[in-house]
């Protein structure tokens, strides 16, 4: 079987569209095509079927996505062991991050792979949590920075801890102070990400708390699209500092710390179960590690709960805040 015309298989299947996985594969969408209709006609199987919204999998191909996702997770682990074998990290590392430690950290983290690990390529995207988490187990992702300890992967101690702020338009009488209690959020439209979403069910639990009705202004999947919303003036959103720190010095949003409570999260390294033994994978985990400690300080975990909402502030949490320009 031709693993290359598998692995396309499933990421068409992925992405729902030809375009799109044709730009990963830098091919032209009509070469894709020929290549999957090539698949299909040696193993005499329609796999996708073409609607108006794109691609969508025949009854063959839903049934044989799950068995062909484990082909390429056990040819994976099979390279790895090679790979490891040899002693020399090599290969892809897929690293999946939430946008509250995108900014400085991820920057570094590729430095510092680039200089140790030359024949190691890191592949990076930013998602919230729950998908994160839904990709790790599925094995999509080799490692990923979440908001809670999972069940279905390897979680490591926590890495930092990210204080949430109000994220408002520049010039907002909300946003202007530098610090805003919770208690003002009471009826105001906010932008929330759709259910099912940990990080919403976490807010809207501390919101329920505290006494405070969400005027759901949107739900908005996008952390791009939700900054773009915000600078329109249509609602609040609830993130930390690092997610908007270009546009705060861009004078584009403004922010204030919530208070009364303080509400901050962990955020933690997980390895996908499917690749925690690969040679590359455990070293990419320990660089960004040791590259977290260096940036952000070490992290105590609480002893209960997740980041409960009036616990003071760690001083990593504080480097995630970028005041409004004056």
């Not at 949003?253 to 925690?276: D, F, G, H």
């Not at 033994?277 to 105590?300: K, M, P």
């Amino acid at each position: 079987m031709d693993l290359a015309k598998l692995q396309m298989f499933v990421k068409i299947a992925e992405l729902g569209s030809l375009s799109k996985a044709s730009a990963q594969y830098d091919m032209g969408a009509s070469t894709l095509s020929r290549q999957m209709s090539a698949f299909e006609a040696e193993y005499k199987g329609r796999l996708f079927l073409r609607t108006g919204r794109g691609l969508v999998l025949t009854e063959l191909g839903q049934k044989i996505l799950p068995r062909a996702r484990e082909l390429l997770a056990d040819a994976d682990r099979l390279a790895a062991e090679i790979r490891g074998s040899a002693g020399v990290p090599r290969g892809t590392v897929r690293l999946a991050v939430v946008p509250s430690v995108t900014a400085p950290l991820v920057a570094r983290i590729i430095l510092e792979a680039q200089r140790r690990y030359p024949e190691v390529t890191l592949h990076v995207t930013e998602a919230f949590s729950g998908q994160i988490e839904e990709w790790l187990a599925l094995g999509r992702v080799d490692l990923g920075f979440v908001l809670r300890p999972s069940a279905n992967s390897v979680t490591e101690k926590p890495l930092a801890r990210s204080q949430l702020c109000v994220v408002g338009p520049a010039g907002d009488s909300l946003t202007a102070p530098d610090e805003v209690d919770f208690s003002c959020l009471d009826g105001q439209s906010i932008l929330l990400p759709s259910q099912p979403s940990n990080f919403r069910s976490f807010l809207e639990q501390i919101a329920r708390r505290n006494g405070v009705t969400f005027k759901v202004a949107a739900e908005i999947d996008s952390v791009a699209i939700m900054k773009e919303v915000v600078a329109a003036g249509v609602g609040y959103a609830l993130l930390s500092a690092s997610t908007v720190q270009q546009e705060v010095q861009q004078q584009r949003l403004s922010i204030a710390r919530l208070i009364n409570p303080k509400v901050s999260r962990q955020v933690y390294l997980s390895t996908t179960a499917q690749k925690s033994g690969d040679l590359a994978t455990r070293e990419i985990s320990r660089l960004i590690r040791q590259v977290s400690e260096e940036l952000l300080g070490v992290v105590e975990e609480p002893s209960t709960g997740d980041a409960a909402p009036d616990e003071s502030v760690s001083p990593a949490a504080e480097a995630f805040y970028v005041p409004n320009p004056e």
